[in-house]
């Protein structure tokens, strides 16, 4: 406990530290957030009150792909050209599963190597955490810390196949799905519901012979998405192709995004949907707070596992046995 | 409460008389699960547990739409023509929008005619309820009832607006989709994401001018489909025209149906999905219980407005306003 204690800052070193943009004291701010242990919850509460007249000026950039559609390549080529232009970018990953094997922290740390090496760019690997909905709430913090700290432009990004992409599409302003060209195999792995989400395709990979299948899947997919419903705040969700190996289409994926954030500012969805998005993380804190002390609670944890068998096997109505467990939970 | 208490039956009653096919048990048996009263729910709990055994067998299909797409007429013309083959029928709705003003129970009395004057139909409006949770779980605890009177099909109708969508796709084996030919503004009602969970996709009124407009639009929509993710269980979904005035193409979605059911159950997804919306079923339940308790409580109820207002007003970090409820409630 006390080595641990002697790694935190007082709030006004962190408070200080972000605002100053002192890369150091941006990270040690992080961990705090990410930090489970209960004083170090209530620091980070202190912190994010602190720093959030700071916030909020930064675009929030939801990036999504199944693995193999070339995410980090994408994502190097496209924070390439955001720094170019005198933005600084911060690149935040949820992804709870691979979390369990701590996998992903290696792999972001090797991954976008020129990228992580610019000093306008920052790179920050998934936080650990048990449930989506736990590294979601983080993410947002750090989001907020790193909006305080000065960054441009805010890169979520995450792997299209589970249930994270209706998360963050919950906490950015623009959602970019990154494609192949091609409707076959690889769209086995995407989530149903999420090219719907989508305010830019992106098809990915266009270069050498891949130059023509990519321009056919971009013109499919432009006349697909005029049948699908719109976007309630009139975007007509754009399809594209794009080199990150050639470094093409990457500066027009960068100028849709502006046009789309003068767009939806202009017609105040902008402002809109962050009010929302506010009030949704507030309801979703209070659900995933009450459900996982629910589900830590040791007779839970005992009694639960039976419980999903019997359900499974058919020898339990699914709300008997939900109401053994909150009757157990109650007493 | 003696009055309340006069119309309820003793277990055995309600048991027996739902096995029997007693229509008026059956609805009183549902009348029992649609009570918020402690003591109706625990004696509620007991029938379905006794039930259990009863049910399963029937085919449970989904079906939406926005207003205007001919919802009931189509459900009248497929609901007479699963009729004619001695199949009984019964119509659940969730919508628990409608619900506030109570319109749609009268509504569904004149929907619906010749249907609702079948013996082999069974008609019940959505349930009231506060909260969407509530409200589909109830028509779930419905579904099992009909299961146990011997009803071979089972439509849980949604207007396709809302939340209860994705709702209603966790409780059924199927999933039909009302469209109108033309994409153009009656694609403005439809949420974003509904699309891609349908399995049948039937283009309505496809009768006298709008016959081509129908067909051009089942085109469009089968050749994008085909460029969204598959589902898992192997299942391409269909584009179809019908007409429920002229009686057109309604065999032919029957048909669609059948094959449908015929393939995952060969391939076991049938048995598989019915397991997982089992399960959950059960930690859905657990999760609105814990939040409908929370918000029902006085002092959360006091004090949520001017929270929300906080946070809207940019004045509350949303986790801190999550904080503070879920301190008042702990206390």
């Known amino acids: 406990m006390a080595v641990r204690r002697k790694r935190r800052l ?5 408070v200080e530290g972000v605002l100053q943009q002192d ?12 930090s489970t242990l209960e004083e170090d919850r209530t620091l980070a509460l202190q912190l994010i009150d602190q720093l959030l007249p700071y916030t909020g000026k930064a675009i929030r950039i939801g990036i999504t792909g199944v693995p193999g559609v070339g995410k980090s390549t994408f994502i190097e080529a496209l924070g390439q050209h955001i720094i170019g232009q005198n933005q600084k970018l911060a690149v935040l990953a949820v992804d709870p599963s691979s979390q369990r094997s701590r996998g992903s922290i290696m792999g972001d740390k090797t991954r976008m190597e020129q990228l992580a090496m610019q000093p306008s760019a920052y790179i920050r690997p998934s936080p650990a955490g048990t449930s989506l909905g736990g590294v979601a709430s983080r993410t947002r913090e750090t989001m907020l810390i790193c909006e305080a700290a000065g960054f441009d432009v805010i890169f979520v990004e995450t792997v299209g196949v589970g249930q994270s992409e209706t998360v963050v599409h919950g906490m950015v302003d623009f959602f970019l799905l990154l494609m192949l060209a091609g409707a076959g195999d690889e769209l086995q792995g995407i989530k149903k519901g999420i090219m719907e989400m989508a305010d830019v395709i992106a098809i990915t990979k266009a270069d050498g012979e891949n130059v023509h299948p990519a321009k056919m899947a971009q013109n499919e997919y432009q006349s697909a998405l005029h049948l699908f419903p719109p976007a309630a705040n009139g975007w007509l969700p754009k399809v594209v192709t794009c080199s ?48 996982e002390q629910f589900f830590r609670h040791q007779d839970i944890k005992k009694e639960l596992p039976q419980i999903v068998q019997q359900i499974t096997e ?12 909150l009757d157990i939970y109650k007493n």
Chains 1, 2 share one sequence.
């Open 314 to 325: 058919g020898n339990l109505p699914p709300l008997t046995g939900a109401q053994k467990l």
């Open 244 to 291: 990150s190996m050639m470094n093409q289409g990457i500066d027009n994926i960068w100028e849709l995004v502006q046009n789309y954030i003068t767009h939806v500012k202009k017609n105040a969805f902008f402002e809109k949907r962050r009010q929302e998005q506010n009030l949704q993380w507030m309801f979703e804190t209070i659900r995933s707070t009450l459900e």
């Open 23 to 34: 890369r150091v004291v941006v990270s040690q701010a992080i961990t705090l957030i990410e």
């Open 10 to 14: 007082e709030i006004a070193q962190y």
